[in-house]
């Protein structure tokens, strides 16, 4: 079974709107943490954030929100204010296992979404 | 947040040679070091683990002769990829994990190999 599905292979937004993008995750291990990160057509991998299992407060950092549903095991990423610099791929990522633990970090990666940002 | 650098981006290498791929934590010590391959509009691909004083740990189905892996210091991880051929050719990324409450995962620009 996937432990990371994101569901939608390519979103489009208009400018200046929110855009949800989806993920859902599949463990049993009560300890995890989930992160969300941004690919341009560079390449790169950027952190945008983490929610860790036991946070009691969706995470926020800037215009990026994780809608964090623990019984639903699902971890969305809200981007806010859309701008055309956030056209990229957006994957989703879980780290089983507490931090520090014995996973070493590894991290299990969705299969990514495309966001296209139109003016 | 943390700066991991990667060389060299692009490499083009004949079949047959072998190519080194550096991957540094600038401005934070790093003992744990990852090494994914991606392949174009894929998700990445975890190949190894990278603990500095120790050997990698390998995922399933990677060749640990093929892909030398080294984490010598707190800030410096290679992989050699040896005696390359064309179906080797893809996008090499490290990460460095930061320790923390988190462990959050940064990663380098990525290197595009090109075996001809």
């Known amino acids: 079974a996937q432990k990371i599905t994101q569901t939608q292979p390519g979103m489009f937004v208009q400018e200046k709107e929110a855009v949800t993008l989806d993920c859902t995750y599949d463990?049993?291990?009560?300890?995890?943490?989930l992160f969300w990160y941004k690919q341009p057509s560079s390449g790169e991998m950027i952190f945008l954030i983490y929610q860790g299992s036991y946070d009691q407060q969706n995470a926020t950092e800037g215009r990026y929100s994780l809608n964090f549903q623990k019984a639903r095991k699902s971890a969305n990423l809200v981007i806010s204010a859309s701008q055309l610099g956030d056209s990229a791929m957006y994957f989703c990522?879980?780290?089983?296992?507490?931090?520090?633990?014995?996973?070493?970090?590894?991290?299990?990666f969705g299969q990514g979404t495309i966001l296209t940002v139109h003016p | 947040g943390a700066v991991v650098s990667q060389h060299p981006s692009r490499v083009i290498c004949k079949s047959g040679t072998s190519v080194k791929i550096e991957c540094r934590s600038l401005?934070?010590?790093?003992?744990?070091m990852f090494w994914y391959r991606q392949f174009p509009k894929q998700s990445l691909m975890l190949m190894a683990t990278s603990n500095e004083g120790s050997k990698a740990t390998y995922e399933q189905g990677v060749e640990k002769d093929k892909f030398l892996i080294n984490h010598a210091s707190l800030t410096l991880s290679t992989l050699t990829v040896t005696s390359a051929h064309p179906e080797d050719s893809s996008f090499y990324i490290c990460?460095?994990?930061?320790?923390?409450?988190?462990?959050?995962?940064?990663f380098g620009p990525g290197t595009r190999l090109t075996v001809l």
């Open positions: 401005d934070f010590q790093a003992t744990t």
């Open positions: 463990t049993s291990d009560p300890s995890y943490g």
């Open positions: 990522a879980m780290r089983e296992g507490p931090a520090g633990g014995t996973s070493y970090g590894k991290l299990t």
């Open positions: 990460s460095a994990e930061v320790p923390s409450k988190t462990d959050t995962q940064y």
